[in-house]
């Protein structure tokens, strides 16, 4: 099965730097790449995601890269703020596994 | 507004007394699964089901029973709780279609003494 490990398993960065976080995946059949948040006692809530036939996608602050050739993947969080602090998951799975594997995740603290 | 729905979100019981968590999911998909999650431990799957009366075991099944009568349903059961599945337990659906998001219900808060 897949197998996906995630780094740095914590992250502290000043308010305003960027943080990253990188994936690995083992399957190549994998195609499907999300990034969960979760807040603290809260529900993991998906932030973005990319498909395999796309390297890079962006939204306003957050942007994942995706290397399919070295089954590798990315979250950038840039000008991080206060509320960017919480625990992040990556994901992977493949257009006919149900299963999305998850990342141990990456606990993310901004400093003010 | 598509959601999956758990019940109840915090239950403090005892030791040995059957329970059972309910999930229902509004968005008509087939998959759908149990995690729980400890500190430090991430999301560890417990059951899925990709089906109606189709279940299977992730990986931390043992002391939990599911069952999948109607597709919107998913329950988690407890036959005989003990303090170890002490957890933040979340249910989860997703579609059939591989590289389409899993949803998260808002969680269980379990605390068994």
């Known amino acids: 099965g897949e197998n996906v490990e995630q780094h740095p398993s914590t992250l502290s960065v000043q308010e305003g730097d960027s943080a990253v976080i990188k994936c690995t995946y083992s399957d190549s059949a994998s195609n499907y790449f999300p990034w969960y948040k979760q807040e603290l006692g809260k529900r993991p809530q998906l932030i973005i995601d990319?498909?395999?036939?796309?390297g890079e996608k962006k939204d306003q602050r957050i942007a994942v890269t995706l290397n399919k050739t070295a089954k590798h993947f990315s979250l950038h969080i840039t000008e991080t703020q206060p509320e960017d602090s919480a625990v992040y998951f990556c994901a992977a799975s493949g257009t006919n596994d149900y299963k999305l594997s998850f990342g141990a995740g990456t606990t993310v603290t901004v400093r003010a | 507004e598509a959601q999956v729905t758990q019940n109840p979100r915090y239950l403090i019981t005892v030791t040995g007394k059957k329970l059972t968590v309910t999930c229902s999911q509004n968005m008509n998909h087939e998959y759908m699964s149990w995690y729980r999650q400890d500190p430090g431990l991430g999301l560890r799957q417990i059951y899925y089901s990709m089906n109606v009366e189709v279940t299977d075991k992730g990986d931390v099944p043992e002391g939990y029973k599911v069952s999948r009568k109607e597709k919107r349903n998913f329950p988690l059961i407890l036959e005989s709780p003990s303090p170890n599945q002490t957890s933040l337990y979340f249910c989860?659906?997703?579609?059939?279609?591989?590289?389409?998001?899993?949803?998260f219900g808002d969680g269980t808060r379990l605390s068994i003494l």
């Open positions: 990319i498909r395999s036939n796309v």
């Open positions: 989860a659906s997703r579609d059939r279609l591989g590289d389409q998001p899993q949803h």
